[in-house]
């Protein structure tokens, strides 16, 4: 393929303020794109449009950049839907069932982690996803937590070793000796495959220490941090967040005023996960708060077995502007250019001139669809650059 130009574009949605409207949602109505294989050439109304090797006419629909799934579980096998059932009836999610997860998990084949994951991809492809982190955490040995990797690396570039997920059976007298474990041979075995180190620091699983020892170990062998915290209950897991200059603080469903004001000065996403509340039947984050503070806002699937099993950024979109009261355009930026904000990429989650020419067009005139008409499939096609032979890795 060489360029492509698209045309009767009914609402284009740039994230570019100098774009449009001039509104932070760089809005274009009646608009015009043109892409080559890895970047956007041009901007403007559609009737201006330039020529191009190929045309597409989007009949009036809306296009938007393709979303940024900045945390995915998606390398597992098992289900956990009768623990789901359990929560509707009133059980309260502890994050127990990840052992179970790391059981069916370990007695996988390689083959079948992969074909497994390869589902959920595509599922999020077809939702309109163009870029997902990928985390592992679910064999928690030296040669599982490689394997969840490489099956992780073979669909994306943003990889987050995540060793630090709980404290496997095997280990349930010794902590210090698994935390030895991973801040050695796993973390040896592992950083060659991954871009971010993570750990799950919450009530049940690391401590607040624990969690900055991982992220010090992994900082030191190249793996940028990024931080699962107070899902459960608050802790001081914003504040070491900060502190590390963690790129991205994960569920926040648990904040304090004094963990606002921290991510409101600081360069640390917050990144909500609405998944996983409704799926556990949890109260929802603040988005409010943390928006009117200042606080930069990632919206993500967290998709997992066990407490949000979610592929869907329309669906999260709509739970965020139902309810966690984010205005459409907040809930699809922060889906977007947020979520590339917490993976620290530029070249993603906009439309600008020079970005990357990952967009979906959607089956409606407007992006407000997004929420307004949940549950159904509202992207018509998702188009993503071929700069790292994306679709080949499929
Ligand atoms: O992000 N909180 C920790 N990890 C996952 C849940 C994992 C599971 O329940 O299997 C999460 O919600
Ligand atoms: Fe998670």
Not at 152 to 158: I, L, N, T, V
Not at 216 to 245: F, M, Y
Not at 342 to 368: E, K, Q, T, W
Request: with cysteine.
């Amino acid at each position: 393929m060489g360029t492509l130009v698209v045309t009767n574009i009914g609402e284009l949605t740039t994230n570019d303020p100098s774009l449009g409207d001039e509104s932070r949602w760089g809005r274009l109505f009646h608009a015009g794109l043109v892409v080559d294989e890895d970047e956007v050439l041009w901007v403007g109304a559609s009737d201006e449009a330039p020529d191009a090797d190929d045309a597409l006419d989007a009949e009036g629909r809306a296009v938007i950049p393709g979303f940024v799934d900045s945390h995915t579980h998606l390398v597992f096998a098992g289900e956990r839907s009768d623990e789901f059932e359990a929560r509707m009836a009133g059980v309260h999610y502890d994050g127990g069932g990840i052992t179970r997860t790391v059981q069916a998990t370990r007695a996988a084949s390689s083959e079948d982690l992969l074909s497994g994951a390869r589902t959920r991809v595509l599922e999020l492809l077809l939702g309109g996803v163009t870029t997902m982190e990928i985390k592992s955490g679910y064999e928690l040995t030296v040669d599982g937590e490689g394997r969840e990797l490489d099956v992780a690396r073979h669909f994306s570039d943003e990889v987050t070793w995540l060793g630090a997920h709980i404290v496997p059976p095997e280990f349930k007298n010794d902590r210090a000796g698994y935390l030895h474990l991973v801040t050695t041979s796993m973390l040896e075995a592992c950083a060659p495959k991954a871009k971010w180190a993570d750990v799950f620091c919450d009530r049940g699983a690391f401590s607040v220490d624990e969690a900055r020892t991982v992220l010090e170990a992994g900082r030191a062998a190249g793996l940028a941090p990024r931080l699962h915290a107070n899902q459960l209950a608050h802790s001081g897991a914003i504040e070491l967040a900060v502190e590390l200059d963690c790129a991205s603080v994960d569920h926040c469903t648990y904040l304090e005023d004094s963990d606002i004001d921290l991510l409101s000065a600081s360069a640390t996403v917050a990144t909500l996960l609405p998944g996983a509340e409704f799926c556990t039947r949890s109260p929802y984050p603040s988005a409010r708060r943390l928006l009117d503070a200042g606080a930069t806002v990632a919206l993500a699937t967290d998709c997992n077995p066990g407490s949000s099993y979610v592929t869907s950024m329309a669906f999260v979109i709509a739970l965020a502007v139902r309810e966690m009261a984010m205005s459409v355009d907040e809930a699809l930026w922060s889906a977007t250019r947020g979520g590339a904000l917490a993976l620290r990429r530029d070249d993603i989650g906009h439309l600008s001139l020079g970005a990357r020419c990952d967009f979906a067009v959607l089956d409606a005139p407007r992006a407000a669809h997004l929420a307004y008409r949940p549950g159904g499939n509202i992207v018509a096609k998702t188009h993503r650059s071929t700069r790292e032979g994306a679709t080949d890795r499929i």
